[in-house]
């Protein structure tokens, strides 16, 4: 069975950073391009970074950019997003998700497996 476990969120002040961890188990992890997503209370959920099945292939929504870094060790079956300077913004629900499909996956319908997210919350 295929399961996807975040971990890493947590309340910081703005300016501050947190690094979120997905942990992937049942799954053939490099078989799968993968993506962060984020859900505001109140707004829809939108998708934050993405990366192809190798990891050499990243993109970011334009809030994102410059700021969070999307990596994997596809040896430790481990997604990660790396969010410095975080802004009040960034609070949310952040899950991770996996999808079948090749290459930079950033439709939400794309994607197959999901995690129960983690809260990230940004003090200002």
């Known amino acids: 069975q295929v399961q996807l476990v975040e971990s890493g969120g947590g309340l910081v002040q703005a300016g501050g950073s947190l690094t979120l961890s997905c942990a992937a188990s049942?799954?053939?992890?490099?078989?799968?391009?993968m993506g962060w997503f984020r859900q505001a209370p109140g707004k829809e959920r939108e998708i934050v970074a993405a990366i192809t099945r190798s990891g050499e292939s990243t993109w970011y929504v334009n809030s994102a950019k410059g700021r969070f870094t999307i990596s994997r060790d596809n040896t430790n079956n481990t997604l990660y997003l790396q969010m410095n300077s975080l802004k009040f913004e960034d609070t949310a629900v952040y899950s991770c998700a996996a999808s079948f499909s090749f290459g930079l996956v950033t439709l939400q319908s794309e994607y197959t497996f999901w995690g129960q997210g983690t809260q990230v919350t940004v003090s200002s």
């Open positions: 049942g799954v053939n992890f490099n078989g799968y391009a």
